[in-house]
């Protein structure tokens, strides 16, 4: 990894740095620890993301808000230049809705939800449109390199995938549209990451799937999100500072090694959902099932 010349003010978006909220950390001497290592690898800010999950982790937003202020209160005092925010890692289950009148946000209107490991996708899709349907919440989906139903089938060049994401407004608006025959025709239109992002979704990486803590077969599949440019943003997912310290390293190594310092940089800055369209706003003619051309942004698409 390159050497920092100056602070790169890193956003860390997803962390379990919270003291005795969920398997994070235990206590408040390992949130300090976590702290020390994000400063040292140039972090500035913190989304602090405990796991919510109905009769595991009850955790109440006002709970997080608390345990939030107390940290921020204990960093301030201690000299770690960490600003910390609150968030969730919510569970992607039937309870989740309910938890959602008073949602903590990871930034904007984003909550970061993490999917169940073994479920299909056609049901992930209708509960994250049952999730999202008359809400104004963007789902950003935890991990995704970590879950065998976003799987894509890589016969198909990845340059191709990244055209077609940006086709759907998510990279850059004035990327060539494909044609509504593309559209039609792409053999990956029906796989789990496309129909999510046409739903609004957003993708959140693990910088640890790049150094294997999670196996080969996720780092790999994490390889190819980033070079299909399906990544929002990259987090820790930090747990405990001992994992940390291992993977920090290796993983920015990987991920600068693939995708060069300066997305590095931007994957891990602030992000702001203004940059990342809701849904794809204008196919301009290039409609297919439900990419029909004129939809607005803010307006959900029913997968099924
Ligand atoms: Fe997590």
Redesign the pocket.
């Known amino acids: 990894m390159t050497e920092l010349t100056s602070s790169p003010d890193f956003a860390d978006h ?3 740095i919270l003291p005795g909220l ?1 398997d ?1 950390a235990n206590e408040l001497s390992e949130s300090i620890e976590i702290a020390h290592i994000l400063t040292e690898y140039g972090f500035t800010e913190v989304y602090c ?1 405990p ?1 919510v999950l109905k009769g595991s982790y009850d955790n109440h937003p006002d709970r997080v808000r608390k345990s939030v202020n107390d940290l921020e209160e204990v960093f301030y005092r201690s000299g770690i230049g960490l600003r910390i925010h609150g968030g969730a ?1 919510y569970y992607l289950d039937e309870y989740l809705t309910d938890l959602l009148r008073d949602p903590l946000t990871v930034f904007d209107n984003v909550i ?1 939800v ?1 999917s169940p490991m073994r479920i299909q996708g056609d049901v992930i899709k209708g509960m994250l449109y049952r999730l999202i349907a008359g809400r104004k919440l963007k789902p950003m989906i ?2 995704p390199e970590r879950h065998e139903a976003m799987e894509i089938d890589f016969k198909m060049k990845p340059g191709r995938f990244k055209r077609f994401l940006e086709a759907l407004g998510h990279r850059d608006k004035s990327a060539n549209r494909l044609s509504k025959s593309d559209l039609e025709n792409c053999d990956i239109a029906d796989t789990l990451p496309v129909s999510l992002r046409r739903m609004g979704c957003m993708f959140q990486g ?1 910088i640890g799937s790049f150094a294997g803590i999670y196996g080969d077969k996720v780092r790999r599949r994490a390889a190819n999100f980033l070079e299909c440019g399906l990544y929002d943003c990259l ?1 820790t ?1 930090a ?1 405990h500072p001992k994992e940390l310290v291992k993977f920090l390293k290796q993983g920015f190594g990987e991920i600068e090694r693939m995708a060069g310092r300066d997305m590095l940089t931007h994957f891990l800055s602030r992000k702001k959902t203004e940059k990342t369209p809701a849904i794809f706003e204008s196919t301009a003619g290039a409609g297919s099932g439900n990419a029909q051309a004129g939809m607005k942004a803010g307006v959900v698409n029913d997968p099924r």
């Open positions: 997803h962390c379990h969920d994070g993301t796991h890692e970061l993490e935890a991990h693990n987090g997912d747990h």
